[in-house]
């Protein structure tokens, strides 16, 4: 009897075995490295799904026997049988890029898999050009090098972060209520070689993000691991030397990984006035993954850097020869900032349909920055020196939970989460200053305490070709000023809650050809000692949007996307710096084409091009004067690029800015741009050699450039025109790599 039940036992396993309807594995790489958005399709079921961050696929209405297919672009293409229901391991061997191989249906994100291209055929060595990979995005650098860029994206001067969310490993860049300008993004804590994906989009038509998300965000996540070890020098003009060194170590131990990378950068820049630039970097990263493939990572990071500058010159005093393009009228300008950063990570299998995704995040950050716009307009005899400065703490946590599920034959993705942002910033200051060393007057000191809550919901519903997406966010913001300046000591406070809704479709029309409408209202904050001053008007100025695009491949090695869109704004921002008060200037609206396209010619050349047509507009003045002043109409940027060409790689760039107005009546022009750079290196053993040419025509251009109003010493009158930094002439720098 006892042999007839373990029979039985035994066939009711195999059957159940036989017949299930799930399948659990996770695809790595040849390092054993996890690998993310790997398409997994069963030719037998026709179902398919995607690996997560962890490499962990669940593949169902699959059973043993079936034969599944798994891809990846950049890896060679594996079909297996299933022999077995759990633990199921598949290896991809990395291979060449190839274009033709990309399936947009089996892609999870278009965008990331086209930005992973151009991260792997145009790597990147500054944290200029790490901004520069979100096609459409402009950047300028207008202090001496330490300061953060200022950025152009969709019609908007950003100034330096106002309308674009950054992070980086869900850790938040933009600064909230900062000394110099609300949004400040200064992503100069990051390495470039340790940038491992680029994820952003464009519009505020996301859940999971938040302030800022009126134009667009952008996204960066750092490599779990090296591949190798490497030290690079370079050199170059101007006694320009960088310096980067990232080590392995824990190579080859199992389900571990954990590197350092450190950089130092130092330079004159081409001014007469040197910039005496430096900056040290310095990051650690720790990734473990359980038995279970749930994985958590620490990180931490430090940077300091200091610079002088010539600020911003009026060009008056370039047309009568006076002064070159890179002289100044004051170069006691400057500063020093530092950023101490500690994020911890955690994802989490609650069961094989529900994920769980988590990081809290500690930094540190110091800023001090000297500044002259005007000169000697205020203050004839001592000049309009100024000095912004902050010491800020910065806590934050941030959890979503993702279940996927069958609703009466509807694959259903809902994801929901929660965050928790809380800025402590001491001692910020406005002040009238006198080369650096004298305060003249303190225009603003005070401290600021500001929360920022915020939930999300969304829905991702596959109806075949079709998937609609709508989602919902609130944020609920606590804002708290202490006026050092005044006697009598007194908190002011304000809050404020903003609710967000989202609603996308996609429709894959073919294997060839997505496209998608997407729409949502998104939001910035203002600075809290504007919202306090105001009595909590103009807190949290809404954005309306919406994109109608398409992503198509004509051709097998050849990607083109393109989107319309519209975008109106509640209030528009004007940040004053030297009066330390942000000017509201009304409502206005956004529309625009973009487009963009990938080309890959041979296995190893590779074109890419992306152009920006865009009109901006207040909508509350005539016509005439409703220009917004910086407002990039028309960008184009572009390259022919060469991968692994018997060890040679490298390329050309191009990058246009058409002129735009630099005020609202147009009468002053902000003069556009055409750079080319050029770069080529070769490839031998563990060696690399490299060299690259910045401005290769060694054209004059105005890197940034603001219509402002100042009078120089001897000037008995106010003047209003262009005012500029200059952007680097021919400059070329060679690098030597060893890798181990």
């Not at 990147?124 to 207008?142: M, T």
Request: charged share 20%; with cysteine.
């Amino acid at each position: 009897m006892s042999k007839r039940i373990l029979g039985a036992f035994i066939l009711g396993c195999l059957s159940f075995m036989t017949y299930a309807q799930e399948v659990k594995g996770i695809v790595v790489n040849e390092l054993n490295q996890p690998l993310e958005d790997v398409y997994v399709y069963n030719i037998n079921s026709e179902s398919h799904t995607h690996t997560s961050e962890n490499g962990v696929f669940v593949s169902t209405n699959t059973k043993i026997a079936d034969s599944i297919r798994v891809r990846l672009l950049g890896y060679k293409t594996r079909t297996i049988q299933v022999e077995n229901t759990t633990d199921l391991k598949i290896i991809l061997e990395e291979k060449t890029f190839q274009l033709d191989e990309m399936v947009i249906t089996e892609e999870l994100n278009t965008v990331s898999t086209i930005s992973r291209l151009d991260l792997k055929v145009t790597p990147v060595n500054s944290s200029q050009e790490v901004l520069r990979k979100v096609p459409g995005l402009f950047i300028g650098q207008h202090a001496g090098g330490g300061k953060a860029e200022q950025i152009f994206l969709r019609g908007f001067d950003v100034d330096h972060g106002t309308d674009v969310s950054i992070s980086v490993d869900g850790m938040p860049v933009n600064m909230v209520s900062h000394a110099h300008g609300q949004g400040y993004s200064d992503l100069h804590f990051v390495i470039p070689e340790t940038i491992n994906k680029i994820d952003f989009g464009k519009g505020g038509y996301y859940a999971q993000e938040g302030d800022f998300n009126t134009a667009g965000y952008v996204n960066f996540e750092t490599k779990d691991y090296l591949k190798e070890s490497s030290i690079s020098a370079s050199a170059g003009q101007f006694n320009t030397l960088r310096t980067v060194g990232l080590f392995d170590l824990l190579e080859n131990t199992k389900n571990q990984n954990a590197y350092v990378a450190l950089e130092y950068i130092a330079t004159d820049g081409p001014f007469e006035s040197p910039q005496n630039f430096n900056r040290l970097n310095l990051f650690g990263k720790y990734v473990m993954y359980s038995p279970e493939n749930d994985k958590l990572t620490l990180t931490a990071s430090h940077f300091t850097s200091r610079w002088d500058a010539s600020g911003q010159i009026p060009q008056r005093e370039v047309d009568n020869g006076n002064m070159t393009r890179f002289g100044a009228i004051d170069d006691t300008e400057g500063g020093e900032t530092e950023r101490t950063n500690f994020n911890v990570t955690f994802d989490n299998y609650i069961s094989d349909d529900t994920k769980l995704s988590a990081n809290a995040f500690y930094s540190h950050y110091a800023f001090e920055l000297y500044s002259n716009f005007t000169f000697f307009l205020e203050d004839p005899v001592n000049g309009d020196q100024i000095k912004q400065k902050e010491d800020r703490n910065i806590f934050g946590v941030n959890a979503a939970i993702t279940h996927t599920t069958d609703l009466g034959g509807i694959e259903l993705n809902l994801s929901s989460g929660f965050g928790v942002r809380h800025d402590v910033v001491d001692d910020v200051e406005l002040s009238r200053t006198l080369n650096r060393r004298t305060t003249l007057e303190n225009i603003q000191l005070g401290d600021i305490n500001q929360t920022n809550i915020d939930a999300f919901v969304k829905a991702e519903f596959e109806l075949g070709k079709v998937k609609i997406a709508p989602a919902l966010r609130v944020d609920y913001f606590k804002f708290l000023y202490n006026d050092a300046l005044q006697t009598n000591y007194e908190t002011l406070s304000e809050t404020k809650a903003i609710l967000s809704p989202k609603l996308n479709f996609f429709y894959n029309a073919k294997d060839n050809l997505q496209l998608y409408l997407k729409s949502g209202l998104g939001f910035h904050s203002n600075d809290t000692r504007v919202v306090v001053a105001n009595g909590g008007e103009d807190i949290l100025p809404r954005s309306y949007g919406a994109d109608f695009g398409s992503v198509w491949k004509p051709f097998p090695k050849l990607v083109v996307n393109s989107a319309l869109w519209y975008l109106f704004l509640e209030q528009e921002f004007v940040y004053v710096g030297d009066a330390g008060i942000v000017e509201p200037s009304g409502k206005t609206r956004r529309y625009g084409l973009d487009l963009g396209l990938r080309y890959q010619l041979t296995d190893w050349l590779f074109l890419d091009s992306d152009a920006t047509f865009t009109n901006a507009r207040s909508t509350e003045e005539p016509s005439g004067k409703n220009y917004i002043p910086l407002a990039p109409d028309f960008t184009f940027t572009g390259g022919l690029s060469v991968n692994n060409l018997d060890g040679f790689s490298g390329g050309i760039r191009l990058r246009y800015l058409d002129d735009r107005p630099a005020n609202e009546d147009n009468s002053i022009v902000a003069e556009g741009y055409f750079v080319t750079d050029f770069n080529v290196n070769y490839d031998f053993k563990a060696i690399s050699l490299g060299l690259a040419i910045e401005n290769v025509l060694d054209v004059d251009w105005n890197e940034t450039q603001f219509a402002t109003e100042s009078r120089l010493r001897n000037e008995t009158r106010p003047v209003e025109e262009i005012h500029f930094t200059p952007g680097t002439p021919f400059f070329i720098k060679a690098t030597v790599t060893y890798t181990f």
